[in-house]
C-alpha cells in the first residue's frame, strides 16, 4: 500500500462477511478487531480476528446496529478504520458519518453518496440527469392514493408501488387494476413505514419477466471509476437472491460495454468512492437502472473469480487513498463462476427458518471451489440474524464446466444439525430451462418444481431393501407356519413332547 494510514481495522458485522474482510486485513498486514453479541461468542469471526470484544446482547438493536457502542470499542482498541461489511449499518448515511466525525476513515463511500443512492426518488432523478435509463415511474414520492390512480393510468397497469426509502422488497406492491391501488397503497406505506421509519412510496412501470442483472464499480478519491463487468442474479426467491453468477449468459462484450458505462456514470453523478454496484433491469433487449448498493455485495466473489481481483482488499486499499491501478481495457471476465447462498431455511416449506445447534460440517475442496462462510460445529443458528450461513462458490472454463463443479461441490457438502437449501440448489442446477441460461426474476414462480422435495437414490435403494427384508420375514414366517403344521399332522407327533 502507498499509504499505511490504516493500520488497525473494526469490523463492524459478523458472520461470513466478517470472515472475508478480517482475511483480506491480513493479507495486507492490517490488524483487524471483530466485535460480537452474546449469541455470536462462539462464532468463527470471533477468533479468526486480532481481538475482539463484547457489544451486547444478542438482538442487533442491542448490539451491532450501536453506532455508539461500536465507535467506543473502535477508538479503545486504538482501530484508525471501520469496514461496514454488508447489512446492519452499511448503507445508513449516518454511520458512515459518525465515524468520520469520530476521526476515523469509513471503508465505503462518502455519506453523501449513500444518501443520495439511499433514497430511490432521488437517485432516479440524478440517473435521468446522468442519462442513465431508468424504468418509466414518477421522480418524486406519490402525495396519495389518488396520485397513484392518476399515475398509474399515465403509465399504463400493471404498475409497482416502492418504499423510497427501501430496499430488499420491503414497501413493494405490484397494482393490476385500479381497484387494487387502495388496498396496496396503505400496504405499501404502512410495511415501509415500519421497515425504513419513512412511509413514502412512489410508482414504476411494472416489467413481467425481466433479468436482474447488475454491474460491479471501484472508484477511487482522485477521481477514477471503473467498472467490472456483470453479474447475474435472476434465480431469486421474494426478492433475495440466491443463485448469482459472472458472467450473465446474455450479456456479450458490446452489452457489457453500454451498461458498463451507464454503472460508471451513475456512480460519479453522485460522487461515488469505493465499492458500489449499480442493479439493472434487463427486458426486451434494454435495460433500466434499478437501486445502487453503496456498499459489497454478498455475491462480490464471482466476479473475484470471473475477473482476479480482490474486491474487500480494493475496498480497503481505496479507504486509505491508494489510487486505482487496474486499466479498465484489461478487464474481461475469463471463464464462468457461479455462487450458491446456502441458507438455514427449509425451501419446500417456503424457506421457513431453520434453527438449531451445527451438529457437522464437511466443506467441498479441490480445484475452481470456494467456501465463505461464518459458521463452525457447535455454532448456535438463531433467529436473530440473517439465515446465510456461507456462501460456495466455483468457478470453471466456461458455464456448463462451472455447472458441473458446482453439482459436484454441493454433493460433497454437508451441514449437519439445521435444515439448508443444499437441495433448492441441487434441483435448481439439474433443471433444464436454469442449464439452457433461461432464466428471470420469476424463475422460482415460473418453476415450483425447484421446491418440492425429491427422494434420492439412496433413499430409494435403503426402502427397497427394507421392503424386501419385509418380504423375505414374511415368507419365513409362512414357512414356519407351514411346518408347523405339517408337524401336528405328523404320525410321529405326541401332543405333550412333539416329535421323538
Excluded at 94 to 117: K, R, T
Aim: net charge negative; hydrophobic share 45%; with cysteine.
Amino acid at each position: 500500500m502507498t499509504d499505511q494510514r490504516i493500520r488497525k481495522v473494526l469490523v463492524a458485522n459478523r458472520g461470513e462477511i466478517a470472515v472475508r474482510i478480517i482475511r483480506a486485513c491480513r493479507e495486507l498486514g492490517i490488524r483487524s478487531v471483530a466485535v460480537f453479541s452474546e449469541a455470536d461468542r462462539l462464532a468463527p469471526h470471533v477468533f479468526e480476528a486480532d481481538e475482539a470484544y463484547l457489544i451486547g446482547r444478542a438482538a442487533a438493536s442491542e448490539s451491532y446496529l450501536r453506532v455508539d457502542v461500536l465507535l467506543d470499542v473502535a477508538q479503545r482498541s486504538g482501530c484508525d478504520a471501520v469496514h461496514p461489511g454488508y447489512g446492519f449499518l452499511a448503507e445508513r448515511a449516518h454511520f458512515a458519518q459518525a465515524v468520520e466525525d469520530a476521526g476515523l476513515v469509513f471503508v465505503g463511500p462518502p455519506a453523501a453518496a449513500i444518501q443520495a443512492m439511499g433514497d430511490k426518488t432521488e437517485a432516479r432523478r440524478r440517473m435521468i440527469d446522468a442519462g442513465v435509463p431508468v424504468v418509466p415511474g414518477t421522480a418524486e414520492p406519490l402525495a396519495d392514493v389518488a396520485a397513484a390512480v392518476a399515475a398509474a393510468g399515465s403509465f399504463g397497469y400493471p404498475v409497482l408501488l416502492k418504499a423510497a426509502a427501501g430496499g430488499g422488497g420491503k414497501g413493494m406492491r405490484v397494482v393490476r387494476g385500479e381497484a387494487e391501488m387502495q388496498g396496496a397503497f396503505e400496504g405499501a406505506q404502512r410495511e415501509a413505514r415500519q421497515a425504513f421509519g419513512d412511509d413514502s412510496v412512489y410508482i414504476e412501470k411494472y416489467l413481467e419477466r425481466p433479468r436482474h442483472i447488475e454491474i460491479q464499480v471501484l472508484a477511487d478519491a482522485h477521481g477514477k471509476v471503473l467498472h467490472l463487468g456483470e453479474r447475474e442474479c435472476s434465480v431469486q426467491r421474494r426478492h433475495q437472491k440466491m443463485i448469482e453468477e459472472a458472467p450473465s449468459p446474455v450479456v456479450d462484450g458490446e452489452l457489457r460495454a453500454r451498461m458498463g458505462a451507464a454503472a460508471v456514470a451513475a456512480a460519479a453523478a453522485v460522487g461515488y468512492r469505493n465499492a458500489g454496484t449499480i442493479e439493472f433491469l434487463y427486458d426486451g433487449g434494454e435495460f433500466y437502472f434499478l437501486e445502487m448498493n453503496t456498499r459489497i455485495q454478498v455475491e462480490h466473489p464471482v466476479t473475484e473469480l470471473a475477473f482476479g481481483v480482490d474486491l474487500v482488499q480494493w475496498q480497503l486499499r481505496i479507504a486509505a487513498g491508494e489510487r486505482l491501478t487496474l486499466d479498465q481495457g484489461a478487464l474481461v471476465p475469463t471463464g464462468h463462476a457461479i455462487e450458491c447462498r446456502i441458507t438455514s431455511e427449509d425451501p419446500t416449506q417456503g424457506f421457513l427458518p431453520s434453527t438449531g445447534r451445527i451438529a457437522a460440517v464437511d466443506l467441498p475442496t479441490g480445484p475452481g471451489v470456494r467456501w465463505d462462510g461464518g459458521i463452525s460445529e457447535g455454532f448456535e443458528v438463531s433467529l436473530f440474524y440473517d439465515p446465510l450461513l456461507g456462501k460456495l462458490i466455483v468457478h470453471g472454463d466456461d458455464r456448463a464446466a462451472a455447472i458441473a463443479r458446482m453439482q459436484r461441490a454441493l454433493a460433497e457438502l454437508r451441514i449437519v444439525g439445521v435444515e439448508t437449501s443444499i437441495g433448492f440448489h441441487e434441483r435448481v442446477l439439474r433443471e433444464p430451462d436454469f442449464r439452457a441460461g433461461d432464466i428471470d426474476i420469476r424463475y422460482v414462480d415460473q418453476h415450483p418444481a425447484v421446491l418440492q422435495p425429491e427422494t434420492d437414490e439412496g433413499e430409494l435403494r435403503a426402502a427397497a431393501v427394507a421392503a424386501a427384508l419385509l418380504e423375505a420375514e414374511r415368507r419365513r414366517r409362512r414357512a414356519i407356519g407351514r411346518i408347523a403344521a405339517n408337524a401336528q399332522r405328523s404320525p410321529w407327533a405326541t401332543p405333550d413332547f412333539g416329535h421323538r
